[in-house]
Structure formats: structure tokens, C-alpha cells
């Protein structure tokens, strides 16, 4: 690979021209094609790329508009989801205003299930869309709502006969969604071969999904989870955190721990100062695991060889972070928790 600063083409190969551009017949067939972008402002090192995928550029404002396409309309073509009938899934926010999204456009109805982590945001845009809000309250064995909102998900499906559970922590079409949307986009938008992916871990959907279609070409890319300290995800012990859809407090069926090269947690103040940084340094209004994101490449960096090329990917936009991360309040608590636990 030819050292960074002696790089003259462009990050992205040059887009397609056309004469007209068609009229989409909904917004979901606005979802994916998004850009990449060279962080060269928040990583100077002119022996470092970072290019980020700005999967926040969906039209529904964040990756999971590409889960929730493929499931439900790969649902309907093969009659797993009947026309007309209830789709009920477990969502800190993301996947429910996408899949919200995609009942509106099918014609279908939708429950969701959410925890208090859910933004206000999301909550508002969730009933705003038409969906039916359910929110938990209690706490699972592992500090957080995960099995407290399946649970809750399981009553409502015995309650209401021919509903469907989408199951995007189960759903092999969650990754697929992936291969096929972000990591085939990256494949032909990288005109040199990255060494790393860095991507936020919640039910391992997208890491998976675009690690395996990155290395069909780029085989010797390096894989790197980042996931939200107290996370389970990978073995490490529960432990409190903040941020909605960062981490899990249940190992998700999909996880493949073998495919993963290395994994970073990070914390809810460095995922908001990460968020913050990016901001400043890149006019980029990312939300929480995006931040982490960053904090995690500037934790690796020093330890990486040199020249290299990292890929990143932020999942969702800040609009709805404003109470979390964006707020000063917010992050002066949050770094009192972290100094109380001894951080």
C-alpha cells in the first residue's frame, strides 16, 4: 500500500453520472448509497486515513433503515409476514423508527417495546409514525432492559395471534442487510485497501454483515468491535451504561465472536467527547456510538502501524442525542458515575 500522503486519487471512486434522476416511489428507496468521507481534520497524522461510512445519512436517520428493508420486505415476498398484519420488535430506537418506517409504506401495524434509555426523541417519533409504544420499567439480571423487553415481547406475541417478531438480534437477514447495503457499497467506494473496520457492536448485525463482504475483497482486514463498557456482548462482567442501542445486556444469537479481531469498550463520557470532537473537528452530528467510535480509533491509534487506513462507521445521526451526550448536564453526571466507580 502506497503511504497515505502520496494517495492522489479520491477516497471514493467517482460517482455514476445520469441525466435524470428517477422519482423513488417511497422514501425507502432513498435508503443506502451513502458517502464516505476522509476524517483528515480529527486524525492529522498524515500517515493515518480515516474514512467514515455516514450511515446517518439514511433517511430515517440511521444504518438500521437497511435491517429493517430487507427483513420486512424479504418477510412479505416469502409470506413470514402476512399483508395487513403486526410486526412487534424489541428497539432502543433505531430499528423501531425504521421498521415503524416500513409499516407505514406496507401497510402493516407495529408495536414496539422500549426501555427508559429510549430517548424522547424516539419515543415521540415512534408514536409520530403510527406505532404502538410499549416501555419496560424493570431492570434485567444483567443491569439493563434487554431481557425485560424480549420478555415483553413474548406476552405481547401470545396475546395477539398472527403477530410477527421481526427478531433483529436472531435474524439472519440483519446482517445480510449489510453485506449486501453497507459493506457492498464499501467494497466499490474504497479505492485502496483499508487494514481495519472500526463499527459499534448491539446485535452484531453490521459489523458482521460488512466485515464479510470487506474481506471477500480486502481479505486481510482486521475487525474491531467496539462495544459499550458494562456490555456483555463478549463475555466482559454487566455493568451500567446510558447510551440506547450501544451494547447489550444479552449475548444477541447472531454474535459470531471468531469473526472479531479485537474488541474496544468504551464509555459513556469518552462516547460523548468522541461525539463532541467530531463535531468540532468535522462538522459531523453523529450520535453516541459513533462517538465511541471515535474514541475507540484514538485509543488504537498510537499502537497501529504506519501507513495505515481505517474505516469507520457511524450508525446514526446526533439530533436525538441532544439530551444525552450533547448535554453538558448529561456528561458532567455521567463523569461523576465513572468517578464514583473509580474511573
Known amino acids: 500500500m502506497p503511504p497515505v500522503e502520496s494517495v492522489a486519487e479520491p477516497v471514493c471512486a467517482p460517482a455514476r453520472t445520469s441525466v435524470v434522476a428517477p422519482v423513488c416511489p417511497s422514501v425507502f428507496a432513498c435508503v443506502g448509497n451513502t458517502p464516505v468521507v476522509a476524517l483528515r481534520r480529527l486524525f492529522a497524522d498524515p500517515d493515518v486515513e480515516v474514512i467514515a461510512k455516514l450511515e446517518l445519512l439514511n433517511p430515517g436517520g440511521s444504518m438500521k433503515d437497511r435491517s429493517?428493508?430487507?427483513?420486512?420486505?424479504?418477510?412479505?415476498?416469502?409470506?413470514?409476514?402476512?399483508?395487513?398484519?403486526?410486526l412487534v420488535e424489541s428497539s432502543s430506537g433505531n430499528f423501531g423508527i425504521a421498521l415503524a418506517i416500513a409499516a407505514?409504506?406496507?401497510?402493516?401495524?407495529?408495536?414496539?417495546?422500549?426501555?427508559?434509555?429510549?430517548?424522547?426523541a424516539n419515543v415521540a417519533i415512534l408514536r409520530g409514525l403510527g406505532a404502538e409504544v410499549e416501555i419496560v420499567t424493570e431492570r434485567d439480571a444483567a443491569g439493563g432492559y434487554l431481557h425485560s423487553r424480549i420478555r415483553r415481547v413474548e406476552e405481547l406475541l401470545a396475546a395477539m395471534p398472527g403477530a410477527t417478531w421481526v427478531n433483529q438480534y436472531a435474524n439472519d437477514r440483519n446482517w445480510e442487510a449489510y453485506y449486501h447495503g453497507t459493506g457492498a457499497e464499501l467494497s466499490e467506494q474504497l479505492v485502496h485497501p483499508p487494514e481495519y473496520?472500526?463499527?459499534?457492536?448491539?446485535?452484531?448485525?453490521?459489523?458482521?454483515?460488512?466485515?464479510?463482504?470487506?474481506r471477500e475483497r480486502f481479505p486481510s482486514l482486521r475487525s474491531i468491535a467496539v462495544d459499550a463498557a458494562g456490555s456483555v456482548i463478549f463475555g466482559a462482567p454487566a455493568g451500567p451504561r446510558e447510551?440506547?442501542?450501544f451494547g447489550s445486556s444479552r449475548v444477541p444469537e447472531l454474535c459470531r465472536p471468531e469473526e472479531i479481531d479485537e474488541v474496544v469498550y468504551v464509555d459513556d463520557v469518552d462516547a460523548a467527547l468522541g461525539c463532541r470532537a467530531l463535531l468540532m473537528a468535522e462538522g459531523v452530528f453523529a450520535g453516541g456510538s459513533s462517538g465511541a467510535v471515535v474514541a475507540a480509533i484514538a485509543r488504537l491509534l498510537p499502537a497501529l502501524s504506519r501507513p495505515c487506513r481505517i474505516v469507520a462507521i457511524f450508525a446514526d445521526r446526533g439530533d436525538r442525542y441532544l439530551d444525552l451526550v450533547y448535554d453538558d448536564d448529561w456528561l458532567a453526571a455521567a463523569r461523576a458515575r465513572r468517578a464514583a466507580a473509580g474511573g
Open 197 to 214: 473496520l472500526f463499527a459499534a457492536v448491539s446485535t452484531t448485525g453490521s459489523i458482521l454483515g460488512c466485515s464479510r463482504r470487506l
Open 68 to 86: 429493517a428493508r430487507h427483513m420486512v420486505e424479504a418477510g412479505l415476498r416469502e409470506g413470514s409476514i402476512a399483508p395487513g398484519s403486526r
Open 104 to 120: 407505514r409504506i406496507h401497510g402493516l401495524r407495529f408495536t414496539c417495546v422500549v426501555d427508559p434509555k429510549t430517548t424522547r
Open 243 to 245: 447510551l440506547p442501542g
